[in-house]
């Protein structure tokens, strides 16, 4: 039939080391197909990506290989075959972790995300799933209707379904590549600790550049408009006026910044409350009083403007603490959408109180 | 860790429930266990409400209100009336999780 791997991307082209036929496991030759060879070796590009994933969104986008059955070391009709995502992160994780193992990887059409996300979206489902085993025609060539998928991937994968659709049996894998070996050691049996989730601070660190970098898209704006507030006067744009009085904001806006996006989530279980929006306050208050304390402007003195900054900067960083539970392996929707009923109003009230402050203040000055 | 109390809909119905044990074997929170052989919703506070068990569970025994659950995708959820979305860059791009 046709050739998987003829016209593939630059990603899937590095790590392909031969093509290799499966006919040679083929018990029915007109049915065969094509798998890239693929070894469990990284190389500086594939390190390079691990990083560059976790700074860059439009990086990550594409970060993708060809969907598709691959082939690890040298495997035949009897070896295992693992499941995975065309996530070239987590395709790359998977073959590293089997170093030693000749296994077959089958890489589904997630778009490029990564298991646990794409389950969730439905992208790594049951469907895809059934599509790719007949697409790949597995039951030709092997001698076992077995598929490891990861324990994750059991968010959009119903394996009764899998089972019953194409006669794989599914084994739900450990969560953690790093565990597969023991996994496969044990006879594909799990232990509790293979199958729990993690947030370690490491991993917490990891997450945070997705919140930092674009806090601080939203920071540009946010300086544009301090910046022309305090720099409006009656004679037009002053310049030494914006910065004199817009400094103070500035500095409070990045302290509630590192303060929402940064220094919650890595110390989200020694802050007190369950609540983000809660921690991200205490945070948030705990950062912007020394920023108000050290900045010893004349504009400080002015008690609209402090309320102003006490009410606004302590909720912003509560606001951005809490996006981070789209990050967090824990919390859950109904909890987001508990919190998001007080925190909402209580956002949008205090932007505007401290809105029609500065807006006083303004009057008050002219 | 531990999010909100009494926040997640995990629902367990024990009568339909014929131990075969999938959830325990996908919950990646150890929110199932088996007490005296049979399963036990241990602490309903660690459900992340991923919807894995009530996927997998073949006789109907766990429903769940699985979704996205970044606050931003809830308040474009709010906002639209529809279900929490993770669409939340300015491009369509689904890039937060």
Redesign the interface.
Known sequence: MHNNFLNVSRETKMMINENINVLDFCKKPEYFETAGRVSSYWSWADYFGSINCRIS?SF??KYKIEAGLYALGEPDENSDVFVSANYKLSFNILRKALNGFSVWILALDT?G??V??A???GTFGTKELVNSIKKAKLGNFLNHRHIIVP??G???????AVFKQTGFKVH?GP?YAKDIKDYLKAGKR?T?KM???N?SILERVILTP?EII?AFKKFFIFAVIVLLFFGLEPAGILFKNAWESGMPFLLLGLASIIAGTFITPVF??FIPF???ALKGYIIGVLAVIPVILLLNVPEQRNILILIAEMIFFPAASS?LA??F????????????????KIA?PAYLISAAISFILLIIYKLYRL | MKYLKNAASLNFIQEKCTNCLLCIDVCPHAVFSLQNKKVRVVDKDLCMECGACALNCKYGALTVNSGVGCALGVINGMITGGAPSCDCSDSSSVDCC
């Open positions: 969104n990550r986008m778009k995300i990564n646990w996300c389950a969730g979206k324990q994750l059991a968010v959009g994968v119903n394996a009764d739900f969560v799990k509790s199958r729990k989730v947030f997705m674009p989200l279980p369950h609540s983000f606001y809490l996006q539970t789209g990050s967090t392996s824990y919390t859950n929707m109904s909890g987001v959408k508990k919190e998001l909402l």
